[in-house]
């Protein structure tokens, strides 16, 4: 009834081929497929993944991980710019308090920081004395149309009622 194969043909395959050879024909598919949406950009990793959770979910699901896994998102998108900046900037000017060692160096140092200070200062009490002047502009042109009788009409002007 029941035949075993041949000891020639046993010996010519060895264990596991038939499921290895289908592992190796699906990972080789899918490496072709990620080379395709690479090509494609980052879009087209997230549109794979929106497809694969719309239809079926577990493919959706293990995109989002690979994406994750071999870093396909976007490099500020879990992490903001901003945040990684403002450390750096704190420890740059922590590193930049330190004494040097050279006491000229270090004495040259504190002025120009000091310099740099005052003049930064100077700058900005000089933009809102500007913004100030422009506010002033923009309230007296205000207070001059209102006076020659062209104020706004009572359509034009919200009273609360919406």
């Known amino acids: 009834m029941f035949t075993q194969p041949a000891p020639a043909v046993a010996a010519a395959r060895p264990a596991g081929q038939a499921s290895g050879s289908f592992f190796q024909s699906v990972g080789a598919v899918l490496r072709q497929g990620g080379a395709w949406l690479d090509a ?3 879009g087209a990793w997230i549109a ?10 577990p493919v959706g699901l293990a995109i989002a991980l690979y994406m994750t896994a071999t870093k396909r ?26 004494p040097s ?47 020659k009788g062209s104020a706004p009409s ?6 609360g009622e919406y």
């Open 48 to 57: 794979a993944m929106v497809a694969g959770f719309v239809f079926v979910w």
């Open 73 to 98: 998102w976007s490099k500020t998108m879990f992490k903001s710019h901003a945040c990684t900046h403002d450390r750096s900037a704190r420890w740059s000017a922590m590193r930049a308090m330190r």
């Open 40 to 42: 494609r950009g980052r």
């Open 101 to 147: 060692g050279n006491s000229a160096f270090d004495a040259y140092k504190a002025d120009t920081l000091k310099r740099l200070e005052d003049e930064q200062q100077a700058f900005e009490s000089f933009l809102q004395r500007l913004r100030d002047a422009k506010d002033k502009q923009e309230f007296d042109a205000f207070m001059d149309d209102r006076a």
């Open 154 to 159: 009572g359509n034009d002007s919200p009273r």
